[in-house]
């Protein structure tokens, strides 16, 4: 059993923390994401309707990042308990939530911008869907790598 000085009163506060910004950051990114490459495809729903549903591709992207973060948030939510949860853990928590959600917040960034600019370009010229896809797995994976320092950081 921790001690009140391994273990002190506020310690679930840090740890709660750490779930808010991995689900508030991470869903954030995710709706940067949906709403720039949504506007995208409208534009170019214009122009080229037949080509829609191969546009949807960084929308679902984007909504892949808002998982991560849930996922993280649910993870700590099950380990923050109000007696023997030391500081060395909620820290370790915050630090797992602010990884996973600035990792998403960017990550959602960088997919809004290039799916919006992908998806017109590939009205123009089909062509350039499978560059647009390529840069769009890039930009996941910035995401991806946050949720797994995240995971590494719950672990411990």
Same mark, same amino acid.
């Given at each position: 059993?921790? #001690?009140?000085?391994?273990?002190?009163?506020?310690?679930?506060?840090?740890? /709660?923390?750490?779930?808010?910004?991995? !689900?508030?950051?991470?869903?954030?990114?995710?709706?940067?994401?949906?709403?720039?490459?949504? #506007?995208?495809?409208?534009?170019?729903?214009?122009?080229?309707?037949?080509?829609?549903?191969?546009?949807?591709?960084?929308? !679902?992207?984007?909504?892949?990042?808002?998982?991560?973060?849930? !996922?993280?948030?649910?993870?700590?939510?099950?380990?923050?308990?109000?007696?023997?949860?030391?500081?060395?853990? /909620?820290?370790?928590?915050?630090?797992?939530?602010?990884?996973?959600?600035?990792?998403?917040?960017?990550?959602?960034?960088?997919?809004?911008?290039?799916?919006? /600019?992908?998806?017109?370009?590939?009205?123009?010229?089909?062509?350039?869907?499978?560059?647009?896809?390529?840069?769009?797995?890039?930009?996941?994976?910035?995401?991806?790598?946050?949720?797994?320092?995240?995971?590494?950081?719950?672990?411990?």
């Amino acid at each position: 059993m921790a #001690t009140i000085d391994e273990a002190p009163i506020y310690a679930p506060f840090f740890g /709660s923390l750490g779930a808010t910004t991995a !689900v508030a950051l991470s869903a954030m990114g995710a709706a940067y994401g949906t709403a720039k490459s949504g #506007t995208g495809i409208a534009s170019m729903a214009v122009m080229r309707p037949d080509l829609i549903m191969r546009s949807v591709i960084p929308v !679902v992207m984007a909504g892949i990042i808002g998982i991560y973060g849930l !996922v993280v948030a649910a993870v700590i939510t099950n380990n923050v308990t109000d007696t023997g949860y030391t500081l060395y853990m /909620s820290f370790a928590h915050l630090g797992a939530g602010l990884s996973v959600g600035i990792a998403g917040l960017a990550a959602g960034y960088a997919i809004g911008i290039v799916g919006d /600019s992908g998806v017109r370009g590939t009205a123009q010229q089909p062509r350039l869907f499978v560059g647009m896809i390529l840069i769009l797995i890039f930009a996941e994976v910035l995401g991806l790598y946050g949720f797994i320092v995240a995971l590494i950081l719950t672990a411990k």
